[in-house]
């Protein structure tokens, strides 16, 4: 507890950080109610932080499995908006397993192409394998985790951004 404490006392004492609040509200689901209930804001109850708590999955692990998932699959159809916040979610997730090397790698990792860099250091280092879909997506998503344009060609969709 203390440590998640530290880590958001951290993560406000850093401008720009976590300037969309997505990392707080991870480290926030791994606390229980009683000790989030300061950080919340007062409409939110202990009936329903619990029903919020890691999605309808209940467990932390399942719920960040599920999360790189959509996180491929957000790289992959070019949605750049979801790619920051999947980016921040999941480098808490990886500091709460205690994986501080995955956050490393996913700090030292470039952020182009929607960050799939970043998701791929987070997938490679917790030993997760991507469940993408297809030859032709695991090709646009490995060009796209190299820092390249999903298409050799060139990407009408700006993932060259």
Not at 15 to 44: C, H, K, M, N, T
Not at 51 to 59: C, E, I, L, T, V
Request: charged fraction near 25%; charge should be negative.
């Amino acid at each position: 507890m203390y440590e998640i404490g530290n880590r958001l006392e951290a993560l406000r004492d850093v401008p720009g950080r976590d300037p969309f609040g997505f990392r707080r509200e991870i480290l926030l689901q791994a606390l229980s109610y009683e000790d989030a209930r300061l950080l919340l804001p007062d409409w939110v109850d202990a009936r329903l932080f619990d029903h919020q708590r890691w999605g309808w999955r209940r467990d932390p692990e399942v719920y960040a499995r599920s999360y790189l998932w959509s996180a491929v699959h957000d790289i992959l159809t070019h949605r750049r908006r979801w790619a920051s916040r999947s980016v921040d979610q999941l480098t808490e997730l990886a500091w709460l397993f205690g994986h501080d090397d995955v956050v490393a790698a996913m700090d030292a990792a470039p952020y182009p192409i929607h960050g799939a860099p970043k998701i791929a250091a987070f997938a490679d280092g917790l030993g997760w394998p991507l469940e993408i879909i297809g030859d032709a997506n695991r090709r646009r998503f490995a060009r796209m985790a190299a820092g390249q344009p999903c298409d050799p060609n060139g990407c009408r969709y700006g993932c060259q951004d």
